[in-house]
């Protein structure tokens, strides 16, 4: 971080439903939290990343009567699915959390008794419209004009039950007024007016939360503690997760790493998140999380918003597999701008990475290599300096302050600009000064050349650690470098190893039609 505090950091994705396997719009979520992790980790911050899945619910009984299953196998199979996507992708999550563990159930009784115990939570007949999709009441401005879900495009189901209520209207006026004042906790910004303005819709309503279910209707879940006859209701069972992982409320892993806590999740969810959890923090007399991160939607076909009940979900993990991890990454990071939508279509992957990847940074790593081999150069780091190292450290020291400030900002898509601003300038410095004429003429400034641009493009795939974890080991590895070290200050600072290049491996290659994934 470029404040320098080296305080900890605590990063979470959303805790995923179970009822279907993992697809590119969980895999964007994820992997930019692991983006953000490896980032504060290089900056040695001390981070706990987690990632889970949401194992309860109605929508996980009705998948798993499709197939035949008790709701717990079905739950723990499908749970299996996205640990292991998120190892093939080469993420590195600190903890992966299902709701049905012991630790977790153990916290939530226990906010719940603590709630229940202040006189928060009350029973009262309760009737709506209740989408199962989204595993909650939606209220009359949330359905469309076909009296649908707009999000899942079905029509929600009429139910009317005895629940137990969350006094979410007592803390709704305490929740504005912090928003109002804290305007980082919520970004990017429209996120956070869209809240004030659901908060002011949810104050005229009246209406409090209904945090329960019959067992008589829905037996999967976990029991309120001071009525069996219930299950919580999954979005207040669900959320607790995030404080659940950390051993709340004795664990010292909540003391460290609370304070420093942000949660990620798509738009779908900002309601739950920036409203439901907020409440529910500040009734159960926790201190309200540090950032909600919010970030828009990977579109399919139909420019619908990517997801199994629309039937246009991608595989991360096969796509991964013909493109590499660090491919998919990239794009996923690069061509989203973090807050908007983007369209995921095989013309803007395949465009992206041959402009990026192959024609930009894969060509100039590798004509640098391949020049400084056969004009016998280098790696050389005590080759005089060459004049253009003066235009290039002005431009990392640019570099460096727009790249932390898009890392604090979520703006993933920026800090790749920013690097990828050097690596195009580079290119053109090539270009402009011909290495293979200085090398005919036999110029003394080849040499300086070529290991001043060696030590840029090494500067670079520092920075581009965070984003291409893979490649960039690969390229320091080769060049016999350490791929675990700070980022560094300038170029200058960058110390070559002598060595005999022998081979190097081919980073990005020009993706080519019959290389299609699918
Ligand atoms: N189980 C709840 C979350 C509980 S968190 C306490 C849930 N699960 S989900 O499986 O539906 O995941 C929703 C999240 O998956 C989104 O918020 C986002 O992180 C990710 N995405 C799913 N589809 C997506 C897109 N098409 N585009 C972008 N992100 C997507 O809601």
């Given amino acids: 971080m470029s404040d320098g505090k080296k305080k900890p950091f605590y990063i979470s994705t959303p805790i995923y439903y179970v009822n279907a396997r993992p697809h590119i719009g969980h895999a964007y979520t994820t992997i930019a939290c692991d983006t953000l992790a490896r980032y504060h980790r290089l900056n040695q911050r001390d981070v706990f990343f987690l990632t889970g899945t949401d194992m309860h619910g109605d929508k996980i009984v009705k998948a798993a009567e499709k197939e035949n299953m008790s709701a717990e196998n079905y739950a723990e199979v499908t749970a299996n699915l996205f640990q292991n996507a998120w190892k093939e992708l080469g993420l590195t999550p600190n903890d992966f959390i299902r709701t049905t563990q012991d630790r977790h159930k153990k916290t939530v009784q226990k906010i719940l008794s603590y709630i229940h115990s202040k006189g928060d939570i009350y029973t009262d007949f309760y009737e709506g419209l209740y989408c199962f999709g989204c595993e909650r009441y939606l209220t009359e401005k949330e359905i469309d004009e076909e009296g649908k879900c707009p999000t899942h495009l079905t029509a929600p189901q009429l139910i009317k039950e005895k629940n137990y209520f969350f006094k979410m209207q007592k803390y709704l006026p305490v929740l504005k007024e912090y928003l109002q004042k804290n305007k980082q906790v919520i970004k990017p910004d429209i996120y956070r007016n869209e809240v004030l303005g659901t908060i002011d819709e949810l104050l005229a309503g009246k209406e409090d939360l209904s945090i329960s279910r019959p067992k008589s ?66 009734a159960a007399d926790i201190p309200i999380f540090k950032h909600l991160a919010v970030h828009g939607y990977w579109l399919g076909w139909g420019d619908l918003k990517m997801s199994k009940s629309l039937g246009n979900a991608k595989d991360p993990v096969e796509l991964a597999k013909s493109l590499s991890n660090d491919a998919l990454r990239f794009f996923l990071m690069r061509e989203m701008n973090f807050g908007s939508d983007a369209k995921f279509t095989e013309e803007a992957i395949y465009r992206r990475l041959n402009t990026d990847l192959a024609n930009e940074l894969g060509n100039l790593s590798q004509r640098t290599l391949s020049m400084l081999k056969k004009y016998n150069c280098g790696p050389d780091s005590d080759a005089p300096e060459h004049i253009v190292m003066n235009e290039l450290e002005e431009s990392a020291s640019a570099m460096k302050k727009n790249y932390h400030t898009a890392f604090d900002e979520f703006q993933f898509h920026k800090a790749i600009e920013a690097v990828f601003t050097i690596i195009k300038q580079m290119n053109k410095i090539t270009d402009d000064n011909k290495p293979w004429s200085m090398a005919k003429e036999n110029s003394t400034e080849l040499k300086p050349l070529l290991n001043t641009l060696l030590k840029a493009v090494v500067f670079c795939m520092y920075y581009l650690r965070p984003v291409l974890p893979e490649k960039t080991m690969l390229f320091l590895e080769t060049l016999g470098l350490s791929p675990d070290l700070p980022f560094p200050e300038n170029i200058r600072s960058i110390k070559l190893q002598s060595m005999n290049l022998a081979e190097w491996p081919m980073l990005f290659a020009r993706m080519t039609p019959q290389e299609k994934p699918d």
């Fill in 217 to 282: 209707r829905l037996q999967w879940g976990i029991s309120l503690p001071f009525d069996d006859t219930f299950v919580t209701y999954v979005w207040f069972d669900a959320l607790i997760n995030y404080v659940s992982a950390l051993d709340y409320p004795e664990g010292d892993n909540f003391k460290k790493y609370w304070p420093e806590s942000v949660h990620m999740i798509a738009k779908d969810i900002l309601k739950p998140h920036a409203i439901f959890w907020p409440t529910m923090l500040l």
